[in-house]
């Protein structure tokens, strides 16, 4: 919704690297042996893949990176990538739940995605990763004054409604 209301490229690094998986190439096989079990594929690993999609798309007006960066060298990393093609990060989006509601749509999620890295004993350390690895990145954010909190709870046109807003006020500000 976000990318076609602002004519943005999504980028899913996650998406990306289940496809590899699904293609059965060696970087697919690596990244599963990481996502199967709810850790982190190597920041090496994503930032070059990363690297390398963006050549492709140089005549982009903007991209929303969904499920990237998820630590802080992805961060620096993202930062100097940017810089290099007179770029910048315009935004920072945390969709704020609770861990037990996240945990019940995760698993729900399971039911329909089929997702191998939708269970409870992957979620749960899916969680912990992210306490440990990427909840670090939010000051990194907000220390740059990029960082927006949004409720990520209601329905998804409330949710969507509140990221527009934060999003149509960065031109004005
Ligand atoms: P997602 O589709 O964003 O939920 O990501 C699913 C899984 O892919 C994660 O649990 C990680 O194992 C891996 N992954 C996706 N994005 C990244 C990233 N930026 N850095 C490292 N691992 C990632």
């Given at each position: 919704m976000i990318a076609e209301r602002y004519g943005l490229?999504?980028?899913s690094t996650g998406e990306i690297l289940r496809e590899e998986i699904a293609s059965s190439t060696e970087l697919g096989k690596l990244a599963d042996s990481y996502m199967s079990k709810g850790?982190?594929?190597p920041d090496c690993v994503v930032i070059e893949m990363?690297?390398?999609l963006l050549a492709?798309?140089?005549?982009?007006?903007?991209?929303i990176f969904d499920g990237f960066p998820r630590t802080v060298p992805?961060?620096?990393?993202?930062?100097?990538?940017?810089?290099?093609?007179?770029?910048?990060?315009n935004a920072v989006v945390s969709l704020e739940v609770e861990d037990e509601e996240l945990i019940e749509r995760l698993l729900r999620r399971g039911v329909i995605s089929g997702r191998a890295d939708d269970n409870r004993q992957t979620i749960e350390s899916r969680l912990k990763v992210y306490y440990r690895q990427t909840a670090p990145l939010k000051e990194f954010y907000r220390e740059q004054g990029l960082l927006k909190e949004i409720k990520g709870v209601g329905s998804?046109?409330?949710?969507?409604?509140?990221i527009v807003k934060e999003i149509d006020s960065l031109s004005t500000s």
């Open positions: 490229k999504h980028l850790e982190l594929v990363l690297e390398e492709k798309q140089r005549d982009r007006n903007g991209f992805q961060g620096e990393a993202l930062n100097q990538l940017l810089q290099r093609h007179g770029k910048r990060v998804i046109d409330a949710i969507f409604g509140s």
